[in-house]
């Protein structure tokens, strides 16, 4: 999976068994990159949950976030995953609407 951010490029890699990484050609030529020139590349050793991929999260966001917020990662990705749980719970909205009146 590929996601374009604001000129940079967010994708899933494997890492090879020896250690290599190798970035796919269509990531290079998204950044207009030719082969042997250098790159800068930001490397988790998670990947978003598929839930917020869905919904359009990139990892350029999260850090964004958590440097806004001196959060770490792990708190922002948990952060947006819960992010409308309690709206889904029918059981939350009665006990809030009581107390409302």
Do not use: H
């Amino acid at each position: 999976m590929m996601k374009s951010v604001e000129g940079s490029v967010e994708a899933e890699i494997w890492v090879e068994k020896d250690g290599t990484v190798v970035l796919p050609a269509p990531f290079l030529r998204q950044l207009y990159v030719s082969p042997g020139s250098k790159v800068r590349v930001r490397v988790t050793s998670k990947s978003l949950s598929r839930d917020l991929l869905m919904r359009g999260v990139s990892e350029e966001e999260v850090e964004r976030i958590g440097a806004l917020q001196f959060e770490q990662r792990s708190n922002v990705v948990a952060f947006l995953a819960s992010e409308g749980a309690l709206r889904a719970d029918k059981g939350f909205r009665r006990r809030i609407k009581r107390v409302g009146r």
